[in-house]
């Protein structure tokens, strides 16, 4: 008995320590897994929230790609087109040459390519815009150039702008153009630009747009280039301007500005320019005292080149002095100014001083009014 007494106390004595560790040692372990556990459930959470998000993205990136590559094909296609413009052509032919038709992609359309392919058939379209309005009309604006000169060509005229462009060929020059003389335009057609290499015509293209500057070109009614070194421009159908070789072209153009600007001018007669200091005026029916004298010489010699009999030449000088009239046609009188002297002494006020120049033709030259000076290069 007492054996199993001391027994019993021993394992008793032992239980509660074996207990203990085993409650000491129980819980650390489930514990310390739950936590591992845990840590790597929110990894494997975050991972999939991360490659979810991923693929969301993705996916929307592809759908809109699709979107924007795939909408134009299917909308916006072509239903009306329409043409603006103040131009003589019709909106159907230019519809019709543009080949545009009702169901084009609106967007797949080659703006340059039609643009070029209307200009070539129409020379008088200038610039040629295409511009889309949304979802489906097209609008096609177009600007139309202006005849500006016209130039003679094989028994016809063709019709410039002012960038040289060939517009159109016609019979007589048009009412609202300035006709040019004296250059050849034979090897040009419909549709060509006037070249550098065509100095003639360049030279009234730049003079041209120099009178544009000033607003003078509407006045123009014809450029005389036959002689580069003796341009002659008739001028709003009342003056006849001398340009000589435009070695000075603009100052020429302000100094005629000037000129035209000053109430005393008389209303019709020539301007003469070539003077780059100074401007003579003559009457339009101003009579050259230099060629009329050779003529009468060439008239009174025979034409075998013997020498005119000298009782003929008696009679005829008789004939000046007895006969006025057929004086006045064997030698035309210098016709009679109405002006005063710039010699003749003190001016009274309000007056001007002038004087006849003789230099092979009578020019009416003003010495101090400030028009026919020129203005400062």
């Known amino acids: 008995m007492a054996k199993r007494t001391d027994r019993r106390r021993r394992a008793a004595s032992r239980a509660p320590s074996d207990g203990r560790r085993r409650t000491n040692r129980a819980p650390a372990q489930p514990a310390r897994r739950t936590s591992r556990n845990s840590q790597q459930a929110r990894q494997q959470r975050l991972r999939r929230r991360r490659r979810n998000r991923l693929v969301f993205r993705v996916v929307c990136g592809l759908l809109v790609c699709a979107a924007i590559v795939f909408a134009p094909t299917v909308f916006f296609r072509v239903s009306h087109v329409t043409v603006t413009g103040d131009i003589r052509y019709t909106a159907d032919e230019l519809i019709r040459t543009s080949g545009v038709q009702e169901g084009d992609n609106m967007f797949f359309l080659d703006s340059d390519h039609i643009a070029q392919a209307l200009q070539a058939k129409y020379p008088y379209l200038d610039t040629v815009e295409l511009h889309r309005r949304l979802p489906s ?31 159109e060929e016609v019979e007589l020059p048009e009412a609202n153009t300035a006709e040019i003389l004296g250059a050849e335009a034979e ?35 014809s450029v005389d280039i036959d002689k580069a070194y003796d341009v002659r421009m008739r ?42 200091e100074r401007a003579h005026y003559r009457p339009e029916d101003t009579v050259n005292a230099v060629e009329p004298e050779a003529e009468s010489e060439s008239q009174a010699e025979p034409a075998d080149g013997t020498e005119p009999d000298a009782a003929d030449s008696g009679d005829a000088a008789d004939g000046e002095q007895t006969d006025g009239a057929t004086g006045a046609d064997a030698q035309p009188e210098t016709p009679e100014a109405d002006v005063q002297d710039d010699t003749s002494g003190e001016l009274e006020p309000g007056e001007t001083a002038s004087r006849v120049v003789l230099s092979g033709k009578n020019l009416l030259s003003c010495s101090q009014k400030s028009i026919f000076h020129a203005p400062p290069l």
């Open 187 to 221: 090897e040009l057609s419909v549709g060509d630009v006037v070249a550098d290499e065509d100095n003639k015509l360049r030279t009234v293209l730049d003079l041209m747009n120099r009178m544009t500057q000033y607003e003078m070109n509407e006045e123009v009614d």
């Open 235 to 276: 001028f709003d159908g009342r003056y006849t301007i001398l340009l000589g070789d435009l070695s000075e072209m603009e100052h020429k153009i302000q100094f005629l500005q000037a000129i035209l600007k000053e109430p005393s001018l008389p209303e019709t007669g020539i301007i003469d320019l070539t003077d780059d």
């Open 137 to 167: 009309t097209l609008q096609i604006e177009v600007t139309e150039r202006t005849s500006a000169l016209s130039v003679e060509a094989d028994g016809a005229y063709l019709l410039l702008d002012m960038a040289g462009k060939v517009l």
